[in-house]
């Protein structure tokens, strides 16, 4: 949107290549395309992986209803800056209360509708009478946890570039055949579960070669409470994040200011049962928590728990050596803070 948020919002003009539709809202090109791959391939098994834009940065909405809505709901009127939230509460606006984050989620929420109306109203020809939301699975996930301070992921600590529980743990919702409605799986799972299990889905043998990280969780989706097999056929007992760098730019990525306590710096991270361990490369100190009793990640057991800690970091550095994840960094010695 150039010059700036506040310009270029979509209208109903033929000649706008964001013409609202008949729902009064903006076309998005990637989600043209995933309407329109799921029409062409509705007479075969099909695999769509969408998405879309929303939400990430640059913070903005084509979306003039959807932004007056959250204005209205914070009890704004329309601003004549476009970066007018950086003079809220002293600079440090952040949480729930941005309406262009608030409009591109709201987006989001109306493309994912979209889907699931398409595979409800279309026929599944390969099953006479039936339509295609009964033999699909849809599921919602996100890369990471919501990024600060635009959002706010309490009662977690932190979000989006680093590796405490607003970062790492994320939404993941699953509707498909079989699935027991309202149901819920407490067995902590990953991304990478996702690959093992469509191949199972798909009807693909399973391939020891391929050394997956992941774990086939297609029991879990249709409600199974029991722990997740790795192809060597073993229990898995952790699971690891690596964030072994800083992001370019990541001091002063919001005009509102970085919420306190909020940080992204090098990290490694492990989750063991009720254990999460995390390593920080800048410090070369670790943070232990109960996730089952402190899910804030609020009191650091590095210290009371000392046995705990020297069993949980032999496991992250045995892993990082297995993996060979990239550890080692250095400070650029002529950077100015």
């Known amino acids: ?17 964001y013409q609202l539709d008949e729902n009064g809202r903006p076309f998005d090109k990637p989600q043209d395309m995933a309407l329109g791959f799921i029409k062409k391939h509705s007479d075969k098994p099909f695999f769509l992986n969408y998405a879309p834009y929303f939400v990430h940065g640059p913070i903005q909405t084509r979306d003039k209803a959807r932004f007056e809505k959250y204005l ?4 704004l009127e329309f601003p004549a800056d476009p970066d007018f939230l950086r003079d809220r509460s002293g600079g440090k606006n952040y949480g729930h209360t941005n309406p262009y984050y608030a409009s591109m989620v709201d987006t989001v929420d109306y493309f994912v509708g979209q889907i699931v109306t398409l595979l409800e109203e279309t026929d599944d020809p390969r099953n006479p009478g039936h339509k295609l939301i009964e033999n699909t699975y849809v599921i919602l996930d996100s890369d990471n ?3 600060l301070p635009y959002t706010d992921n309490s009662p ?3 979000g989006k570039q680093n590796t405490y529980e607003g970062g790492v743990r994320i939404p993941f919702l699953v509707l498909g055949p079989g699935v027991p409605a309202g149901t819920q799986c407490h067995t902590p799972i990953s991304i990478v579960d996702l690959f093992p299990t469509f191949m199972q889905i798909a009807g693909a043998k399973e391939d020891p070669s391929l050394e997956l990280d992941g774990c086939n969780i297609h029991d879990h989706l249709h409600g199974a ?31 509102e200011g970085p919420r306190p306590g909020w940080r992204a710096t090098p990290s490694s991270a492990m989750r063991a049962g009720d254990w999460k361990l995390i390593q920080s490369f800048e410090t070369d100190t670790f943070e232990l928590y109960n ?9 650091n057991l590095a210290s009371a ?25 250095a400070l650029n010695p002529d950077y100015a803070d």
């Open 1 to 17: 949107m150039k010059p700036d948020r506040l310009t270029g919002f979509a209208t109903a003009a033929e000649d706008d290549r």
């Open 72 to 75: 209205k709901k914070m009890g």
């Open 145 to 147: 946890g919501g990024v």
């Open 156 to 158: 977690l600590q932190g």
């Open 225 to 255: 409470q029991k722990a997740t097999i790795l192809p060597d056929g073993s229990e898995r007992k952790a699971i690891f994040w690596h964030f072994p760098a800083y992001l370019h730019g990541y001091r002063s990525m919001s005009e």
């Open 291 to 299: 996730l089952a009793e402190d899910p804030g990640e609020k009191t």
């Open 305 to 329: 728990k000392p046995e705990v800690l020297k069993r949980l970091e032999a496991q992250l550095e045995a892993w990082q050596q297995a993996t060979d994840a990239p550890v080692d960094f």
